[in-house]
């Protein structure tokens, strides 16, 4: 039977000074699906456990098909990705910035992010087969959790999640809603540290399938090359 509730495609960095502080900071390695850290740094608001309370779960990523359930099998959705992944280019952006981002901090790409966003489009409609509808209670939860826009109203009854196609924002997050002080405070204390480990250019040469245990945390499960 398998283990996995919900499946999702995501950016994770491989394995470097990046994806091991990020581990540390959220407290949950997906890579190797155990707990990290906790990391101590001067100048927090709070513990980094509390600050990263909401994000651990899934693990450093940088979504591109939100989590969905199975409407078929995990082995005829990795045989689609590894189809679409071979026939996808990677993607190359000028780098990665620490920025807030509507009450949490994150990680956004520099440059023309057009290109991601098309490969993120072309992942949304490529799987969606492989997509279980959300159930009545989960598109309530969503409506509840933000004011929609009507595409993004559209965006959910068509695929599941209101922020994709036009209304997707690529992001690595790093914090959940913090207050407007509290989020500055940690942005300078985070910013040396990661100062000299973001790429300078960015690439997603590859994408990652998680999965979601009984326990709600996210493991990355494949790693699939861009190789259009």
Known sequence: MEKYSRFAVYYAPEAGPLADFAAEWLGWDAARGRHAGPVTLPGLPMAAAEITA?????GFHGTIKPPFRLATDRSALEGDLAVLCAHLAPVTLDGLALRPLG????LVPEGDTT???ALAAEVVKGLDRHRLPPTAAELDRRRAA???????????AAWGYPYV????RFHLTLSGRLAAA???????????VL????PRPF???????FGEDEGGMFHLLNRYALAG
């Open 182 to 192: 509290d989020l500055d405070q940690t942005a300078r204390a985070l910013a040396p």
């Open 54 to 58: 909401t994000p651990r779960k899934y």
């Open 115 to 117: 290109p991601l966003a």
């Open 195 to 198: 100062a000299p480990i973001l």
């Open 165 to 168: 196609m036009e209304d997707f």
């Open 146 to 156: 933000a004011q929609l826009t009507p595409r993004q109203e559209a965006n959910l």
């Open 103 to 106: 009450g949490f901090l994150a």
């Open 203 to 209: 690439r997603v040469a590859d994408l990652c399938l």
